[in-house]
């Protein structure tokens, strides 16, 4: 099946968004380790908040962006890498978080997998023919200011539709790095060595 993981992705966070709506308008229950509580740190509070989602907003921009921006990686490194990527990324994101929450002390939650979304989006930026840069840290580096400017505006302009302040500057940003360094690990290089 062409693109497999971009659509059992999509398909595997609509079903996590339903079910968990439709468990607290049926029985008023939350699920359990559904959000990374920066006070209360358990390896499932990290793990399983990566594929849920705070509202239809957050869901549906994510949705936009790996519908968009995956298939291109699956289609130049493979499903199964594709796979892996999603995870480091998505997970990755909240483990930077839970790292920032933990070394200031903060008292608030995150959960959802913009931290892929935002790994995705940086691979969909690199591949433009007019950005690219041929220098890996340079490439990184101008996309991660991207990433980081388009971030600090939301929080500027109080756009609380699709940001929660600071929570989703850190985590999409940690998203977005460890997403880059095992995209790097990932690809295949021709090296050519010169002897003299």
């Known amino acids: 099946m062409k693109y497999k993981v971009t659509k059992y992705t999509i398909i595997l966070l609509i079903s996590l968004y339903l079910f968990e709506n439709i468990i607290y308008l049926l029985f008023n229950i939350q699920i359990p380790h559904s959000r990374l509580n920066t006070q209360n740190i358990t390896i499932l509070s990290i793990i399983f908040p990566a594929f849920l989602h705070a509202n239809e907003f957050h869901l549906l921009r994510n949705l936009i962006i790996f519908l968009i921006a995956m298939p291109i990686i699956e289609y130049e490194i493979g499903s199964k890498k594709t796979f892996y990527l999603f995870l480091y990324s998505a997970i990755g994101g909240l483990i930077i978080y839970s790292l920032y929450g933990t070394i200031f002390n903060l008292e608030?939650?995150?959960r959802?997998?913009?931290g892929a979304s935002m790994f995705f989006m940086g691979v969909l930026l690199l591949n433009l023919s007019y950005i690219k840069i041929h220098s890996e840290i340079k490439s990184f580096t101008f996309v991660f200011m991207i990433i980081f400017a388009f971030e600090y505006l939301k929080i500027i302009f109080g756009t609380t539709m699709f940001s929660y302040g600071y929570t989703v500057l850190v985590a999409h940003l940690g998203g977005f790095t460890i997403g880059y360094i095992?995209?790097?690990?990932?690809?295949?290089?021709?090296?050519?060595?010169?002897?003299n």
Do not use: E, Q, V, W
């Open 182 to 195: 095992m995209y790097i690990i990932y690809r295949d290089y021709n090296i050519n060595l010169k002897y």
């Open 112 to 114: 959802g997998s913009s």
């Open 108 to 110: 608030t939650s995150a």
